[in-house]
């Protein structure tokens, strides 16, 4: 019973204030933690010029940021811009545009390191998307994207409950396992391949129910 009232709880707060959810969702240690894990695994590091593509309510562009990296974040939408533009407020190496894949207002060429979190597995035209995305990058820099895997359907639950999470935590992981679009892991590196990305590597998180796959553009 308590259970489903979270997931009316959450389902209620995507509803009203979608970027306020996805701050909310950033602060779990199962999803912001797996975000900051993911960036490691990428190679951040302070200097860096960083492109982040569906940046949502921008907690990751501030954290990035205050890791001493240039960041600019873009979203489509315009409540989450302007969640974004709040929350790098006073943060100056922080940048959020709007703008929308595949024609991001960015000039190319110019990013170290590009990334994407939970947006490729939904947007229409994937290749496209990550093509663009490559646009963005230097030649030689780094591309990475990660996405829900059809694991997370079947081992959400099971999971949740081994690492022992309750309340609002648990609902989040289950409900997103109800709604997810997902990318197999083989799947992502075939379109890091079709989009002519070099150097491909794979990463499984949460026990393989995320998976990442990040690529160097070519020099
Ligand atoms: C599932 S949310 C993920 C937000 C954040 N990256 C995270 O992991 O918490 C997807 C985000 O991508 C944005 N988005 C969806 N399609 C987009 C597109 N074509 N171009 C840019 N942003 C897009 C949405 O507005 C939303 O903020």
Redesign the pocket.
């Known amino acids: 019973m308590r259970d489903a009232l979270h997931r009316i709880g959450l389902l209620a707060l995507l509803a009203a204030d979608?970027p306020r959810l996805?701050a909310t969702?950033?602060a779990l240690p199962w999803?912001g933690g797996m975000?900051r894990s993911w960036v490691d695994w990428t190679g951040l590091r302070p200097g860096l010029s960083v492109l982040?593509?569906?940046?949502?309510p921008g907690a990751?562009c501030r954290a990035m940021a205050e890791r001493g990296c240039g960041v600019t974040g873009?979203?489509?939408?315009p409540a989450?811009v302007r969640s974004a533009r709040r929350r790098v407020t006073g943060t100056p190496t922080a940048t959020i545009l709007a703008?929308?894949?595949p024609d991001l207002p960015v000039a190319a060429g110019r990013f170290d390191l590009v990334l994407?979190?939970?947006?490729l597995n939904?947007?229409s035209d994937r290749v496209a998307?990550l093509r663009s995305m490559v646009r963005a990058a230097r030649g030689g820099g780094t591309v990475s994207a990660l996405f829900p895997t059809p694991n997370l359907l079947v081992l959400a639950p099971e999971r949740a409950a081994a690492w022992g999470l309750t309340g609002f935590s648990k609902a989040a992981l289950v409900q997103w396992s109800r709604s997810a679009r997902t990318v197999a892991l083989e799947d992502g590196v075939g379109l890091f391949e079709a989009a002519g990305l070099r150097d491909i590597q794979a990463q499984s998180f949460l026990d393989g129910m995320v998976g990442a796959v990040m690529g160097r553009a070519e020099a």
Do not use: K
């Open positions: 979608a996805f969702l950033d999803y975000l982040e593509v569906g940046c949502g990751l873009i979203d489509r939408s989450m703008g929308s894949l994407a979190a939970s947006l939904v947007v998307a």
